[in-house]
C-alpha cells in the first residue's frame, strides 16, 4: 500500500475513532441531563398531586369519588394513573392502569405516598405508569431531533476529516517518497543527485538535509576511494618499473652493474617495503587491531633521545634544528609516539629547502602538554589545511617529487587520536607549517 494512501487512512482512522467517541459521549450526555430534567419535573408533578389532595382535604374535610375528577382527564392524557385511598387504605377513587397506554414488554410500577394534614396520615395516593420515565410526544420529537443533529454532525465531521486527511497526507508522503527513492539511489551507488525541495514540516526537512549530508559523504569517500586505488597503485607501481628497468637493463648489459645502481635499486626496494608496512598499519587503525600501552610518560627524554637521528636526517639539507624542551608528563605510548615525531619531523625536511629551519618546542601547563614542530618551508594554502591528513593527499597533483609514501600524517593522526589528543596545523605560504599536538597532562 503507497504511504500517502496509508497516512490517508491513519488521520481519517484518527478522525473517525474521535468523532465516534465525541458523538457517544456529548449523546449519552445530553441523554443523562434529558433524563434528570425529565425525573425532576416527575417529581415535581408528584409534589404538585399530593398538594393537591392534602389541599383538597383540608377544603372539604374528608375524601370522596369528586376528589380525584379534575385529575382524571390530565393522567388519562399523561399515560399515569391515580389511586385515592383513606387512611386505612382503603380505596376511595382510582384508575385502572389498563386506562394507560400499554406497549409490548413494559410493566406497570406504582408507588405510594402518604397525605399529611397538621402532621397526621389523612390517607395515601398511589401514581403508577407502566415506564420509569414518561415522554410525551413533543419530548420524544425532542429526543429524535437531538439523535439526528448529532448523526449528522458526525457524518459532516467524518466526511470533512476525510478529505481533509486526503488532502494533507500528500505533502507529508511526498518528501518521504522523495527520501526513499533517493536511498534507492544511494544504495544503486548514484551520489550526486541531492534533494532541494522545500518543507515546511521541521522533521523532514532536518531528515532531507541529512539525506543530503549523506550523500554528499558517500560522494567525498567515493572520490577518496577512487584517489585511493588510484594513488596505490601508482606508489607500488613507481618502485616496480624502476626496479624492473634497470633489472631488464643490467641483464641485457644496457646498465653497467655496479656499486651506485645497487644503491639505487636497493633505496627503492627499501621504499617500497616502507610503503607496505604503512599501509598494514593504516590496516591495523582502519580495523581496530592497534593497541596502545599507555603508561606514565616524560616527553622531554623522549624527544631528546630522537634529536640525534634528526640531526643527522637534516643536515643533508643544511637545515637548522633548534630545541625548547620542558619537562612534561602525559599518559601514552612510548613506540607511537616516536613515530609521530619522526613522521612529523620527516614531513617538515621534505618541504623545508636547504639552509631552513626546523624547531622544535615541548611546553607544559596546569592540564595539558603541548608539542610543535615548526619549520621554514613552503608552506600549505588554507584550503588544503583540512586535508592535510588524508591518506595519500598531495597539495600538488605533480607531487612536487617529493619521496615519502603520502600517508605518514595520516598515520600521525591516528595514533595522536588513540592517545585523546588533538593535532592542529597552521601554515602561511612563503613562510612554512607548523603542526600542533596537544595532550592531556598526566597528574599523579
Known amino acids: 500500500m503507497a504511504l500517502r494512501r496509508k497516512l490517508g487512512l491513519l488521520l481519517f482512522g484518527c478522525a473517525l475513532l474521535t468523532t465516534v467517541l465525541i458523538t457517544f459521549f456529548v449523546n449519552r450526555t445530553i441523554q443523562h441531563q434529558f433524563e434528570q430534567y425529565m ?16 389541599d383538597y382535604y383540608q377544603s372539604h374535610g374528608t375524601f370522596d369519588e369528586r376528589a380525584g375528577a379534575e385529575l382524571a382527564h390530565e393522567a ?5 394513573c391515580l389511586v385515592l385511598m383513606d387512611a386505612n387504605s382503603n380505596v376511595i377513587w382510582g384508575m385502572s392502569p ?14 405510594t405516598y402518604h397525605l399529611m394534614v397538621n402532621d397526621e396520615t ?14 410525551s410526544t413533543e419530548d420524544i420529537y425532542f429526543k429524535q431531533a437531538i439523535n439526528q443533529s448529532i448523526v449528522m454532525s458526525a457524518v459532516i465531521t467524518i466526511a470533512v476529516v476525510g478529505g481533509i486527511s486526503f488532502i494533507f497526507s500528500k505533502p507529508l508522503s511526498k518528501p518521504i517518497k522523495k527520501v526513499s527513492e533517493m536511498a534507492l539511489r544511494l544504495a544503486q551507488g548514484d551520489f550526486k543527485e541531492e534533494m ?12 532531507q538535509k541529512s539525506m543530503n549530508l549523506l550523500a554528499s559523504t558517500l560522494t567525498s569517500h567515493e572520490e577518496a576511494r577512487k584517489q585511493l586505488v588510484s594513488d596505490v597503485s601508482h606508489e607500488l607501481r613507481t618502485p616496480l618499473n624502476i626496479l624492473q628497468t634497470n633489472l631488464e637493463g643490467m641483464i641485457d648489459g644496457i646498465i653497467p652493474v655496479n656499486e651506485i645502481r645497487l644503491q639505487a635499486l636497493h633505496q627503492e626496494v627499501v621504499r617500497f617495503g616502507k610503503l607496505i608496512s604503512n599501509l598494514e598499519v593504516l590496516k591495523q587503525f582502519d580495523t581496530k587491531t592497534m593497541k596502545l600501552e599507555l603508561k606514565p610518560l616524560d616527553l622531554k627524554p623522549l624527544i631528546l ?4 637521528e634528526f640531526t643527522t636526517l637534516l643536515r643533508q639539507k643544511k637545515i637548522k634544528l633548534t630545541v625548547d624542551l620542558q619537562e612534561a608528563w602525559i599518559e601514552g605510548d ?8 619522526i613522521n612529523l619531523v620527516s614531513n617538515a625536511y621534505k618541504f623545508t629547502p636547504e639552509f631552513g629551519e626546523v624547531q622544535i618546542c615541548l611546553t607544559s601547563s596546569q592540564n595539558t602538554v603541548q608539542v610543535s614542530i615548526c619549520d621554514t618551508g613552503i608552506g600549505v594554502e588554507k584550503e588544503h589545511l583540512s586535508k592535510l591528513f588524508d591518506r595519500f593527499y598531495r597539495v600538488d597533483p605533480s607531487r612536487h617529487q617529493t619521496e615519502g ?19 592542529e596545523v597552521e601554515s602561511e605560504v612563503g613562510r612554512g607549517s607548523t603542526f600542533i599536538l596537544t595532550f592531556h597532562r598526566y597528574s599523579s
Open 39 to 54: 425525573h425532576d419535573n416527575q417529581a415535581k408533578r408528584n409534589e404538585r398531586l399530593i398538594t393537591y389532595f392534602e
Open 122 to 135: 389523612i390517607g395515601y395516593l398511589e401514581i403508577g405508569q407502566h415506564t420509569p420515565l414518561l415522554l
Open 405 to 423: 609514501s603520502g600517508i605518514g600524517l595520516t598515520i600521525v593522526k591516528k595514533i595522536v587520536k588513540l592517545h585523546g589528543a588533538l593535532i
Open 305 to 308: 633521545q630522537q634529536v640525534p
Open 98 to 111: 389498563d386506562e394507560t397506554k400499554l406497549e409490548a414488554g413494559e410493566i406497570y410500577q406504582a408507588k
Open 196 to 207: 532541494i525541495e522545500s518543507i515546511n514540516i521541521e522533521e523532514l526537512d532536518s531528515l
Open 76 to 80: 388519562y392524557m399523561n399515560d399515569y
Open 334 to 341: 612510548s613506540d607511537q609516539l616516536k613515530q609521530v615525531f
